[in-house]
């Protein structure tokens, strides 16, 4: 398969240090020979800019969206930059950075595809807006502003208006979950399964339904974005918000040889990475490219097949 490799040094949406050491914290742990080594062509397209924002002037431009400038810039570029990698019959895999760039990345799919799904794993629900947010931190509203909802600078990113309808978006092991996002996913109908849902039906089953809903959709791509706080605290305790009571590791795999192995993820998200606050022994990374190694065994197994482009 044609990958192409995309960095996106950013800890604006999180507002907190060392988020933006992912990308580089991947690479020198071998990830472009971990992914040749699995029989897979790789481009590594390097880093998206990312316009510099002193912390005093995280609210220069709202008085509660934080960084908010910064971040719909850099947003546009990569939602070029997924956009061009698919019209060049390649699979986007974007490296975090914090998930504030799920704006950027879903943008760029959606630009292509026309009609995508978006499958959400992650300890929260990322549904906040401005209004909903707690602590204006932008990385807790990519998917609603993905929805066409919040701040028209987040919704617009790259082309005015929504990029995936609530009817197409699974949020999968959240169990962080803000008041506003509750009932935002009650008004939407969006597919919401939380942890508490998984573990009373089981992953299998959560995984199974998941799939046959895809397939039976009028989608042309599926985006996957992955924040390792999906995963138990204990697994990932290098991650800006970790959360208890996730997935383990090998859940963790399950979930990605299910939905690689039904040949519909057209791009793909890896977030929240903090090396500064990781375990002295690496715990974190570790489990981390023992996960990326996993998905590109898995990523084996389907074809990207490429899709025309559809006119917006």
Known sequence: MKINLIGVPVNYGCDKEGAQFGPATFRENNLLSLIKNEGHEVYDMGDIKIPFTCAEEKYAHHDKLKYLKPIVEYNNSLAHT????????????????????????????????????????????DINTGETSPSGNIHGMPLAASMNIGDRNLTNIYFKGIKVKPENVYIVGARDIDKGEYDLAEETKLNFYTMD????????????????????????????????????????????????????????????????????????DFVELNPVIDEEDGKTVKNCMDMLQHIFQSLKQQEHKKVKVHAI
Not at 97 to 113: E, N, P, R, T
Not at 204 to 223: E, P
């Open 197 to 268: 849902v998984i573990r009373q039906k089981g992953l299998g089953n959560t995984l199974k339904t998941i799939i046959n809903k895809i397939n039976n959709s009028n989608v042309d791509g599926v985006h996957l974005s992955f924040d390792i706080d999906a995963l138990d605290m204990s697994v990932v305790p290098g991650t800006g918000t970790p959360v208890k009571d996730g997935f383990s590791l090998q859940e963790g795999k399950e979930i990605f040889t299910s939905l690689l192995k039904a040949n519909f993820i057209t791009s793909m």
């Open 82 to 125: 997924v956009y061009n990698s698919l019209n060049d019959g390649a699979l986007p895999f974007v490296l975090g950075g914090d998930h504030s760039l799920g704006m950027g990345s879903i943008a760029g799919a959606s630009k292509y595809f026309g009609e995508i799904a978006v499958i959400w794993i992650d300890a929260h629900g």
